[in-house]
């Protein structure tokens, strides 16, 4: 289900894939793919991604479809993996989310973004 809220245009700081989880750049209005949990997480690219320098849009809020790297379920805390795919967060990490679908590695999934840090 995609019924994404707020929308924003940003400014890619690297190659910036689609439906992944995304953390501000090093400048205002620049945006990366995340990496992991270390750094706040602030939305999911959409379906178009963005090459270095180029905009691209960012779901900040509401539901985002976004892939899984590994096998989620309903209500599984979310973090970013290595390449800002969808893994379930430990303690200590900045979350996007919580999953709103099960899902296996490689599936297109669904998180409803509440940023924190998980306890």
């Known amino acids: 289900m995609n019924i994404p809220g707020l929308t924003v245009a940003k400014t890619a700081e690297g190659e910036v894939k689609p439906r992944v989880i995304v953390c501000h750049g090093g400048e ?39 892939f899984y790297s590994e096998t989620i ?3 599984d805390p979310i ?3 290595a390449d800002g795919r969808a893994k379930k967060a430990m303690s200590g990490d900045f979350i996007i989310g919580y999953a709103e679908v099960v899902g296996d590695a490689d599936e297109l999934g669904t998180i409803w973004i509440a940023p924190s840090k998980q306890a």
């Open 28 to 66: 205002d209005g620049l945006a990366k793919q995340a990496i992991d949990g270390s750094a706040l997480l602030i939305g999911v690219s959409t379906i178009v991604g963005g090459g270095d320098g180029e905009v691209f849009d960012v779901i900040r809020s509401g539901l985002a479809p976004v």
């Open 73 to 75: 379920a309903i209500g």
């Open 79 to 81: 973090t970013a993996n």
